[in-house]
């Protein structure tokens, strides 16, 4: 079993849907991020949260430390989200290099 | 630099041959890491630098992986007698902070390595 397990794996929705993206963890962790990687682009960091809710523009990012659980909301989606949204967790060492689950492909339709 | 830089963009090989995959990351950003990311498979952990040193390569592969970093800056990830199975997407990530839990990562836009 991975340590980090996103679903769904793919995700189609037509513009304007509320989208959520969910992600669920193993092991413990320093910090949760989420990133977003359009096709042939590189990674954006899109969130970085240790503890409850946080909001860049549409896009809503929650996390339940005891569940072990996150979720990425987009709200009034658009084409232009379409793209791989990826979850990773930071370990606790001091190295906290970054292990990721496998991502969600996201695909917006007019 | 403003952003994290890799180079080359793309790279195509020959298998057996050497390949030098270079990141500059963001000045003044003494964390600098190592992912790969192989078609259909999600990124995977290589190496971990802070400053010049790697406390931490549990990632790499075999020992045909190599990485160094200069002057708290610059790092060359180095592979030899290069594999089909190398080929893949090569990202760099780099963060102010020691363990990248404060201020997050910064990616780069990766290097696509492909070996024939």
């Known amino acids: 079993k991975n340590e980090v397990e996103q679903s769904p794996q793919n995700l189609t929705a037509q513009e304007g849907e509320f989208i959520t993206i969910n992600c669920s963890y193993s092991v413990g962790i320093s910090a949760l991020h989420w990133l977003q990687q359009h096709p042939g682009g590189g990674i954006v960091s899109l969130f970085m949260l240790s503890s409850g809710k946080k909001k860049h523009g549409r896009l809503i990012a929650t996390i339940n430390i005891q569940e072990k659980h996150s979720s990425l909301h987009i709200t009034a989606s658009h084409p232009r989200d379409s793209a791989v949204y990826i979850c990773a967790v930071g370990g606790t060492g001091t190295a906290s290099k970054l292990t990721f689950g496998t991502g969600t492909r996201l695909q917006v339709t007019l | 630099g403003a952003g994290v830089s890799q180079s080359p963009s793309n790279k195509v090989t020959e298998k057996g041959k050497d390949v030098e995959l270079r990141c500059d990351p963001i000045s003044g950003h003494t964390a600098l890491y190592w992912y790969r990311q192989s078609l259909g498979q999600g990124l995977e952990f290589l190496i971990y630098f802070q400053g010049n040193s790697a406390p931490d390569k549990s990632g790499l592969p075999s020992d045909r992986f190599s990485a160094e970093r200069t002057g708290g800056s610059v790092s060359t990830l180095t592979i030899q007698r290069t594999q089909q199975e190398d080929s893949a997407v090569y990202l760099c990530?780099?963060?102010?902070?020691?363990?990248?839990?404060?201020?997050?990562?910064?990616f780069g836009s990766g290097t696509r390595l492909t070996v024939v």
């Open positions: 990530a780099s963060s102010p902070h020691p363990s990248g839990q404060r201020y997050g990562y910064t």
